[in-house]
C-alpha cells in the first residue's frame, strides 16, 4: 500500500492550498480517508477524514481549528482524498499526512490509521 501526499507549500495568511493525496495497492471505498498534521515539538494532530458509504455517499468531519476553512473531498475512480484549505492562518504551518482507516469509530485517533503518507509540508506566512 502507498500514499503520495502532494500539494504543499508556501503561503501568506489568508491564502489557500490544495493537498492531494493518491492512494494504490488499497480496496480505496472501503477504507476511510483522514489527514493529520504535525509541527516539531507537538502531537499528531487529526485535521479532518471522510468515510464513504455506497448508500450515503462521504461523510466528513474536522477538527474545530480548521472547520468552515478546510474541505475534505475523495474521488473512488481515482483513489484520491484532497484537502482544500483556505483562509489559512499561521498557525497551519505544519507537515500534512494523509491516512487510511478500516476502523469505523474513533476516526480522530491516529492509532487507528493502518496506513500512511509521506507528509507534505505546508508553511503560511504572516
Known amino acids: 500500500v502507498q500514499l503520495q501526499a502532494s500539494g504543499g507549500g508556501s503561503v501568506q495568511a489568508g491564502g489557500s492550498l490544495r493537498l492531494s493525496c493518491a492512494a494504490s495497492?488499497?480496496?480505496?471505498?472501503?477504507?476511510?480517508m483522514a489527514w493529520f498534521r504535525q509541527t516539531p515539538g507537538k502531537e499528531r494532530e487529526w485535521v479532518a477524514n471522510?468515510?464513504?458509504?455506497?448508500?450515503?455517499?462521504?461523510?466528513?468531519y474536522y477538527a474545530d481549528s480548521v472547520k468552515g476553512r478546510f474541505t475534505i473531498s475523495r474521488d473512488n475512480a481515482k483513489n484520491t482524498v484532497d484537502l482544500q484549505m483556505n483562509n489559512l492562518e499561521p498557525e497551519d504551518t505544519a507537515v500534512y499526512y494523509c491516512?487510511?482507516?478500516?476502523?469505523?469509530?474513533?476516526?480522530?485517533?491516529?492509532?487507528?490509521?493502518?496506513?500512511w503518507g509521506q507528509g507534505t509540508l505546508v508553511t503560511v506566512s504572516s
Open positions: 491516512a487510511a482507516s478500516g476502523a469505523s469509530t474513533r476516526l480522530w485517533e491516529g492509532a487507528l490509521y493502518d496506513y
Open positions: 495497492g488499497l480496496t480505496f471505498s472501503m477504507y476511510t
Open positions: 471522510i468515510r464513504w458509504s455506497r448508500w450515503s455517499g462521504g461523510a466528513t
